[in-house]
């Protein structure tokens, strides 16, 4: 953001005129850390009214993980006999819905985030990467109860991690990190187009099944696996499995998978600037 002073004479007072950046210019990590209140303050905004008058409360965060294992069990493991390198079905499905319905839920939010605030961004002023970041970030309390389950299912069934866990963070950050760089791009086009809100839950489904939720990514022929790697969240749940239960490493998978992200980052933080001269107008 940048200000600009002017003043008519000596003894006028000083004016002050905020203006969003005409051209490109980094994310200011200092301008985001002197608001970090706000931005815990929309985080924890978000999980209440997500629980809000409901009689379950954060139980629907373990629910629904439960549910989509025992559904994904019967039909896929089951009655179709997908293999699971190994490892108890139940166990392998779970290690990949939980990561997937992070990522998934940090785009639901993220994208309809600039909506949901515009209120407030009319009148105000704070840096509005703090909304898709929100987003993003909120969904988080529904991982670590979602994953207390696949903690539980480990136990129920004697899998063991390996040590490959020390890893695990990175690739909960990486799929932070793929959730945000398309959540900037989403929210963004939101405030424009606000057929986006409607497009995502279906997009969603099928993005479910181009990555390796209820499958494991070695039934795609080696010759694909690059290809395959373009959509990051391949990456993120078979590093996800390998790192918590010792699957296969996808080593080339996840190079690719990361080099997506990063142009998801940068590009979406790019227009998500470029765009944010228009926000309060366009809202």
């Given at each position: 953001m940048v200000t600009t002073r002017e003043h008519t004479d000596p003894h006028s007072a000083h004016h002050i005129r905020i203006r969003p950046p005409k051209k490109w210019v980094p994310i200011d990590i200092h301008e985001l850390l002197n608001y970090r209140?706000?931005?815990?303050?929309?985080?924890?905004?978000?999980?209440?009214?997500?629980?809000?008058?409901?009689?379950?409360?954060?139980?629907?965060?373990?629910?629904?993980?439960?549910?989509?294992?025992?559904?994904?069990?019967?039909?896929?493991?089951?009655?179709?006999?997908?293999?699971?390198?190994?490892?108890?079905?139940?166990?392998?499905?779970?290690?990949?819905?939980?990561?997937?319905?992070?990522?998934?839920?940090?785009?639901?939010?993220?994208?309809?985030?600039?909506?949901?605030?515009?209120n407030i961004m009319t009148k105000?002023?704070?840096?509005?990467?703090?909304?898709?970041?929100?987003?993003?970030?909120?969904?988080?309390?529904?991982f670590l109860v979602a994953f207390s389950l696949l903690v539980l299912m480990m136990v129920y069934y004697g899998v063991i991690p390996t040590l490959n866990v020390?890893?695990?963070?990175?690739?909960?950050?990486?799929a932070l990190a793929t959730s945000l760089g398309i959540g900037l791009w989403l929210s963004a086009l939101n405030v424009k187009y606000r057929d986006?809100?409607?497009?995502?839950?279906?997009?969603?489904?099928?993005?479910?099944?181009?990555?390796?939720?209820?499958?494991?990514?070695?039934?795609?022929?080696?010759?694909?696996?690059?290809?395959?790697?373009?959509?990051?969240?391949?990456?993120?749940?078979?590093?996800?499995?390998?790192?918590l239960l010792g699957t296969n490493m996808p080593s080339a998978m996840i190079l690719v998978s990361v080099g997506v992200v990063i142009v998801l980052l940068v590009s979406g933080a790019f227009y998500f600037r470029r765009m944010e001269q228009y926000y309060a107008d366009v809202v």
């Amino acid at each position: 953001m940048v200000t600009t002073r002017e003043h008519t004479d000596p003894h006028s007072a000083h004016h002050i005129r905020i203006r969003p950046p005409k051209k490109w210019v980094p994310i200011d990590i200092h301008e985001l850390l002197n608001y970090r209140e706000l931005l815990l303050s929309f985080t924890w905004r978000d999980i209440k009214i997500r629980y809000k008058q409901t009689a379950l409360g954060f139980l629907w965060a373990f629910i629904q993980p439960l549910f989509m294992m025992l559904i994904f069990s019967i039909f896929f493991g089951r009655l179709a006999g997908l293999p699971s390198e190994g490892i108890p079905y139940p166990v392998f499905v779970l290690a990949a819905i939980i990561p997937w319905t992070l990522f998934s839920e940090g785009i639901t939010r993220s994208t309809s985030s600039m909506i949901t605030n515009a209120n407030i961004m009319t009148k105000v002023y704070f840096p509005r990467l703090i909304m898709p970041v929100s987003g993003i970030l909120s969904p988080l309390v529904d991982f670590l109860v979602a994953f207390s389950l696949l903690v539980l299912m480990m136990v129920y069934y004697g899998v063991i991690p390996t040590l490959n866990v020390v890893f695990l963070p990175l690739f909960i950050l990486l799929a932070l990190a793929t959730s945000l760089g398309i959540g900037l791009w989403l929210s963004a086009l939101n405030v424009k187009y606000r057929d986006f809100q409607y497009t995502i839950p279906f997009l969603i489904q099928l993005g479910m099944f181009a990555s390796p939720v209820v499958y494991s990514a070695s039934l795609v022929p080696e010759s694909f696996r690059f290809l395959y790697g373009l959509n990051p969240m391949a990456g993120v749940i078979e590093g996800f499995r390998w790192a918590l239960l010792g699957t296969n490493m996808p080593s080339a998978m996840i190079l690719v998978s990361v080099g997506v992200v990063i142009v998801l980052l940068v590009s979406g933080a790019f227009y998500f600037r470029r765009m944010e001269q228009y926000y309060a107008d366009v809202v």
